[in-house]
């Protein structure tokens, strides 16, 4: 794949930044989440067309223009996942059905936009005392785990731990173990309609997970996976049985 064609769009909420919550994120997320994350990919994939939106962009930067020009779109939210509106979680869902690829990273298991294309409740176990993460490659042929250490040693992080409310992924790439004893399906693909889905769950705000090497590393690998070029963009299609199929 040419990463030069690859078109990505970075969403996040930007509350956290907003409020600065918590105090000092801004010493290691100065251009906030989004930055950070936008800098990854542009260091992992370079010539990539790289675009941020936030939620207070007028239709959360997520409007039609927006998204047909998105090969892979990454999200991440926590605070505000009811004030994305209903709208846009539709349009991203259309996209993802007819060939958009998704990254879903960290609390972005209860967005909105995860649990409809899920359809559970996606909840899970957590605790935040900054334990240790290791993140365990379980799948080395998958090529999101290309190039990545095994374990990737995180030294502080917020702890996930099952059960995680998820369909049985179709590829599980990682799962991570905590200090505290935990363990998490930390990395899992899916498809739905003609789009890949990636959740990735490292990443929490209050800790600076998105200068780690080997996740910058997982994320662009994760992107390269997701997007898929060469496939034109569908509406997804709803087949209109006979009427006397069921005379």
Not at 9 to 31: F, I, Q, S
Not at 106 to 134: D, I, P, Q, Y
Request: charged residues 20%; proline residues 8%.
């Amino acid at each position: 794949m040419n990463q030069q064609q690859l078109r990505v769009t970075v969403w996040n909420e930007g509350v956290h930044e907003a409020l600065n919550d918590p105090p000092g994120m801004a010493e290691y997320y100065p251009r906030g989440i989004h930055g950070a994350l936008a800098e990854a990919l542009h260091e992992q994939l370079p010539g990539a067309t790289v675009r941020t939106a936030l939620l207070d962009d007028p239709g959360h930067g997520l409007d039609e223009e927006v998204l047909a020009a998105t090969d892979v779109l990454l999200w991440w939210g926590h605070k505000a996942h009811d004030r994305v509106a209903d709208e846009v979680v539709d349009r991203v869902q259309r996209h993802v059905l007819g060939g958009m690829g998704l990254l879903v990273l960290h609390s972005g298991h209860f967005s909105k936009v995860f649990t409809r294309l899920m359809g559970t409740t996606c909840s899970l176990f957590w605790r935040n005392n900054a334990e240790r993460e290791l993140v365990w490659t379980v799948d080395p042929t998958h090529p999101i785990a290309e190039g990545v250490p095994n374990p990737i040693i995180i030294p502080e992080q917020e702890t996930y731990g099952e059960h995680f409310d998820i369909p049985a992924p179709d590829e599980l790439v990682f799962i991570s173990g905590f200090s505290g004893g935990e363990v998490f399906r930390s990395g899992a693909t899916f498809h739905r309609g003609k789009g890949r889905i990636f959740y990735f769950s490292p990443g929490d705000e209050r800790y600076p997970v998105y200068h780690h090497p080997e996740v910058r590393r997982v994320l662009g690998n994760g992107v390269r996976w997701a997007a898929r070029p060469g496939v034109p963009r569908e509406q997804p299609r709803v087949a209109n049985a006979p009427q006397d199929w069921f005379a």
